[in-house]
Structure formats: C-alpha cells, structure tokens
C-alpha cells in the first residue's frame, strides 16, 4: 500500500514522470466537493461522479427552489445506495449576493465602450441597455471609478461570458456604467459583484434561514457553506441560529471567504469557524493578480496548523466545455495539494458542466500525483514546532501516531473515535497514509439496526428516531484531507472493553484485506482508548 514518496527538492530521474501511476483503492487522500445541478442529478451521473472521488455534494441555494434540491438529493441517495459511496450534504447559502435578473432568458449582448444602467427596477426587462438587479442600494454604495463585475452563475474571468463594468455616474436609485469588455450574457440569472465595496446586507439573510430550517433540517445537512462570511460575529450568529434547528447543532459551519473584508478579519473568522473555503472566484476580482497565490498560501497555512480543513475553489474553469483541463489548472490544482488544501471545490464544472464525471476524475488524478511529491517531513516539523510544548495529551498522541506510522512504513493509521476529534488530529498532521477513522457509536435507543459493511459503507437498515451525532462525525470526516471513515457495529460501544476494541479493529483489518487497503505482512499504527488512557500500537498483520 504504501507508495514511494519523491521530493521535489530532490533531483529525479525526468523519465521516471512518464511512468504510469499505481492504482490505489483511494483515488486520493485530496478530497473532492461537487456542486450538483442540472448535468449531475441523474443516479447514474452520480453514481459516475462518487465512483470518480466526489466524497461531499454541494447544494447551491443561489439558484432554484428547494423541491429541485430535494429531487437531486434523493437521486445523490439512490447513487450512494447503489455504489455503497458514502458522501456528505453541504448546503451553501446565497448571502448578500448581488443578481442581475433576466426573466425572458434571452442573450443579452454587451458592446465595449457602450453604457449600460443598473436599476432596481426588477419588473424591467433586462437588455444591452439596461440590466435590472436584485438590491436597491447597490446607488448608495457605489462612486464613479468602481468596478463591478458581472457573469453566468460566477464572473470567470473570461472575455466572452463575463463582462467588466466601471461605474460613471449615480442617477437616484439607478447606476450608469462604462462597458470595458464585449461579452455576450445567457441564461436567467448572473451574479453582480462589486470590487472592494461593502454591501450592506445580512451574511445569513432571510431567505437563508427559511432554506436551513426547513430543507436543511429535513435533510440533516453535514456541512454549512456560509457565503460572504466577513467578520467572526457572522459565523457565531450562524452557529446560534443553527443550535436552535434541532439536530443541525451538530452541522459544521464552514466560512467563505470571498472579499477583502473577509480577508482583512481571517484570524477570527478561522478562530470560529470550523474549516474554511477560499473562494477564489469573487476574492480573486478584489485582489490584484500578483497577490492571488499569495493570500492561498498564507489562508492555508494558517488553516492546516490550526488543524481544520481547508476547501479552494474554481481550479479548472475551462473544463465546463473541454474534456481537458489547461496546462495552468493543471498546475493549479497541483500547487492548492501541495500548499496544504484540504479539498477541491467544483462549481459550475459539476453544476452545468459537460463532463463532471471526467472533471472529478481528472482533478482526483492530479491531486494523487501531487500528494506523492508532498514534503510530509518538512510539514511534520513545522506544525510540530508550530504547536509548541507542552503538546496536549490528544496533541501528542496523534503527533505520535504519525511519527510511529512513516518511521515502520505502515500502509494505514487506524483511529478509534466517538467524536472525531482524534481523527481529526493525526489527519492535521498529513500523515502519507490514510487515516481509517473508526467512528464507534454511543448508543441511546435500541430503534436502530445497523449493517457493518465495510470501511466505507455506512447502511441504515430501519429509520431512526433518534438521529445518532456518530453519523453526522462519519461524513464530516469526508472533507478532511486523508481521512477516510467507518461506522463500527454500535453493538461494541464507544466505551468499551479492550476485547471488544479487538474484534472492531479484527472486522476492519479484514475488510481491508478483502478491499486490498492492507495485505500480509503490512504494518498498521492503530490509535485507541484503553480504560482511561490512550494508546498507540503498531501491528503486523499475518498471512
């Protein structure tokens, strides 16, 4: 299982790049996040994007109703049934975002040179001339010299489907703008976003709320992408209002930074948050192009020693209408590996896109070859020395588990947990193996009856009345790098004797044989509680 690591500080031999890469059993330790939508909520385009690595399907509240959601979802569940994939739900609000709206959906073409009026006005039909949006004080916010992007479903930087605008003039409620690109516009909706500007609006509006209480608590949503997200207080009025819709006390909240506000007051959103996506469409408009790979760095930097996951966004734009990304995206996805990124995030690649299923298979292989010449060395020693002493107890038991593992070349780590939190920890610290997260049940109603199918197969076999928070730590586990979990028998409780912990780790072990994650003779670090305290041991396995 365990593959040959190369530096890339050291000389290799070039011809050794051409040689085909090994299969493995995971796609990649790199997750992936799919936005599902109209190309990808068949069951068998689904099934074809989990196969491929899609291990988190993302719901975009930005466009469509909730029964449209709803109909993808319980495709997603068919294709998860049928693949036996797990995958988790995130649901991702609109925010204070700014549409143009264009009711007759008809191709609306835009001049270089040419004005053009933003209105209030929504009941005018959008023209050449005239684009309706969806806020009125978009007036009072604005001056003549600011720039205001506008582009199908987000502005992506292309000539032709995204057009760039600079504001002459405020007339009343209305916006006159200077068109400085020719580019043609389709569809109903197009996002508007105004560069370095603050829009007065509520990070988790109305709308917002109404979707959460009602689609996301039906759903149990895993993960919460919480848009526009600009100061720490955002993050802590979502987490509130999430705490009083039932079981979504457990969602994750995962803050989206997409503008310099959100920048300038990172540490604190990151303090509060539970992982970060760098959203790199709109926040790539307000920054200067020299200073894009440099706020990547530094946020993921700052993610990864602070152990929670981090997501980057639009990678390869270019594969919504090509089967092949470009040399730069390519390269990209590359660098957002070895910068320290948690998970890929596809968007309009996935969500209207020609080819999800080939996206989500390239992008996977792409992050494998990366993995591979990842500098985990040099990555231990600075989060390590980043940590300090004295380390925590769990601290140190999972910096442990990690050094234990590359020291014997083991082919896994595998982790007892109830909370996830252990997991999580031996994760921060990118081990080159993956890391088995077996998450084991606290049980507190006999109503349910669970199948142990396998190390990633999780089936429920009646409805439960009592939604168990071990589901909700098994799928966020989905989206953090090299974590891969497993839902143990709840028959062998969390708090459980150490003959009992043998025959859970016996049933995985065997199962990953039979999956041909570990074979004879390998070695596995495995991570456990025994009594009061915490144990890490190392075990060969036999023929």
């Not at 989206?256 to 790199?280: T, W």
């Not at 590359?334 to 209207?352: C, K």
Request: hydrophobic share 40%.
């Amino acid at each position: 299982m365990q593959s040959s690591h190369l530096l890339l500080e050291e000389p290799i031999r070039m011809a050794s790049i051409l040689e085909p890469s090994k299969a493995s059993f995971f796609p990649a330790m790199t997750k992936i996040v799919g936005t599902l939508g109209p190309r990808s909520r068949s069951v068998e385009v689904l099934s074809g994007c989990l196969k491929a690595g899609m291990s988190v399907a993302r719901f975009d509240f930005s466009w469509h109703d909730p029964e449209y959601h709803q109909e993808t979802l319980e495709n997603l569940k068919a294709a998860v049934k049928l693949t036996k994939k797990l995958c988790a739900v995130m649901l991702d609000t609109v925010g204070p975002e700014l549409q143009v709206v264009n009711k007759s959906e008809k191709a609306i073409s835009l001049e270089a040179d040419a004005t053009v009026i933003l209105t209030p006005d929504e009941g005018q039909e959008a023209s050449s001339n005239l684009l309706p949006i969806n806020f009125d004080g978009l007036s009072k916010a604005v001056k003549k010299g600011d720039t205001i992007f506008i582009g199908q479903y987000l502005f992506t930087g292309s000539e032709t489907t995204s057009v760039w605008l600079e504001v002459s003039e405020v007339q009343g409620n209305d916006v006159v703008c200077v068109i400085k690109n020719t580019a043609t516009l389709t569809g109903a909706l197009f996002t508007l976003h105004a560069s370095q500007i603050r829009i007065e609006l509520p990070t988790l509006s109305d709308k917002d709320k109404e979707v959460i209480s009602s689609w996301g608590v039906k759903n149990k949503i895993d993960f919460l992408s919480l848009s526009y997200t600009r100061h720490a207080e955002d993050v802590r009025h979502a987490r509130e209002f999430l705490s009083k819709q039932g079981d979504l006390y457990q969602t994750q909240i995962f803050a989206k930074i997409e503008n310099i506000e959100g920048l300038n007051h990172f540490d604190e959103i990151l303090q509060e948050a539970d992982g970060i996506i760098l959203s790199r469409g709109n926040l790539g408009i307000d920054l200067p192009p020299e200073k894009v790979f440099l706020f990547q760095k530094a946020a993921l930097y700052k993610c990864n020693v602070a152990g929670k996951p981090a997501v980057v966004t639009r990678v390869v734009d270019s594969m919504t209408d090509n089967l092949r990304p470009t040399r730069a995206e390519a390269t990209d996805v590359a660098n957002a590996v070895l910068d320290g990124s948690d998970a890929i995030l596809l968007g309009a690649e996935t969500l209207r896109g020609l080819y999800p299923v080939e996206t989500i298979s390239t992008v996977g292989k792409i992050c494998a070859e990366a993995e591979k010449v990842f500098n985990q060395d040099l990555y231990f020693k600075k989060t390590v020395k980043y940590v300090g002493e004295p380390m925590t107890h769990l601290e140190s038991i999972a910096s442990s588990a990690v050094r234990a593992a590359i020291k014997v070349k083991a082919s896994v780590i595998i982790c007892f947990t109830s909370s996830g939190r252990a997991a999580r920890l031996i994760a921060k610290y990118r081990p080159t193996m993956p890391v088995l997260s077996v998450v084991i049940p606290r049980l507190k109603t006999n109503q349910l009856k669970w199948s142990f199918s396998g190390a990633f197969e999780m089936q429920l076999i009646m409805p439960c009345s009592s939604h168990l928070k071990e589901e909700f730590v098994a799928r966020q586990s989905l989206i953090v790098r090299g974590l891969f979990p497993m839902l143990a028998d709840p028959r062998h409780p969390a708090e459980s004797t150490s003959a009992t912990n043998e025959s859970v780790l016996k049933v995985a072990l065997d199962h990953g044989k039979a999956s041909g994650v570990v074979k004879p003779h390998d070695r596995v670090v495995v991570c456990q509680k025994v009594g009061d305290a915490s144990v890490v041991k190392i075990i060969e396995l036999e023929d």
